[in-house]
């Protein structure tokens, strides 16, 4: 039995009528009717009963009608989903992100808009460090991870900076320079001097802190590293205690807000904390493209937004 063969039975099933049937299905009369028999010597019985004005289903046609569409339905629900996956407006995504990056309105945003634009394609999320995060890329086990400054950078894996933004000084909010200059004051980098660092280090983000650190060399600030972490959360949870100082993405000024004082440090000479987005070099599954298309319209727009703002600053 061929699938043709089925599409023809329930265009006559459902016409009671030969020549209605062919119109419908874009043929001629007679070879249809060629083929309705061949099916019913396939099936050793008749299918329909012949009258001179139309046709009406036997018992064994009755039961092969509804046979047939359950077929047919399937097929075509088969086919539209194929369809789907093929316009990359389905399948699974396994997205990551370091806590840092999520802080950022951008993150979320853009996560939230991918299931209302494209609520077929599904979101397996996930939350680790950067070098985790680049390691999962590398290895397939990500499709994409939102992160701060790659902390390595393996063959067949792409990084592209979609945002930045300024950092800010963290320090408890008891601390003599949270004291000393107020919420709208900018702390100069030579107030670092000496204090206790608290650092997000490998396997982390050592990207972002090694520029820090790179930056107080230069200027001749001495660091004085008290602790390093592995996440940026238990970071500012060691400041909030009274640990040290620490130098955090301004996104992240809401956490820890009743023991962490937030200063702002200076534009020159520069440190930013971009939003990057690791991915493998490859076009499966067909989804990736849809995703990464989306974010990158919506960082456009993020961009267009800052840049149009008040600050006129990137965030």
Partial sequence: MEFRHLRYFVAVAETGHMTRAAERLGMQQPPLSQQIR???????????????????LTVLGRELLAEARRVLDGVGAMEQRMTRLAAGLLGLLAVGFTSS??????TPRVLRACRREYPEIELQIAESNAAELTDAVASGRLHFAFLRVP?????????????????????PVDHALAERYGAAEVVPWQALHEQPLILVRRPGALGLYGELLGLLERLGVSARVQAEVGRMMTNL??????????????????AQAHSVAYRRLPAEPVLQAPITLAFRDDDDPVAKATFLALVRRSAEVERASSIAGPAGAET
């Fill in 38 to 56: 061949q099916l019913e010597q396939r099936l050793g019985a008749p299918l329909f009963i012949r009258h001179p004005r139309g046709v009406t």
């Fill in 151 to 171: 902390v390595a950078r393996p063959a067949g894996v792409s990084f592209e900076t979609l945002l930045s933004e300024p950092v800010v000084l963290a320090l």
């Fill in 237 to 254: 949870n060691l400041v909030a205690a009274g640990a040290g100082l620490s130098v955090v993405p301004a996104s992240m000024q809401s």
């Fill in 101 to 106: 990056a999520a802080a950022h309105a951008f």
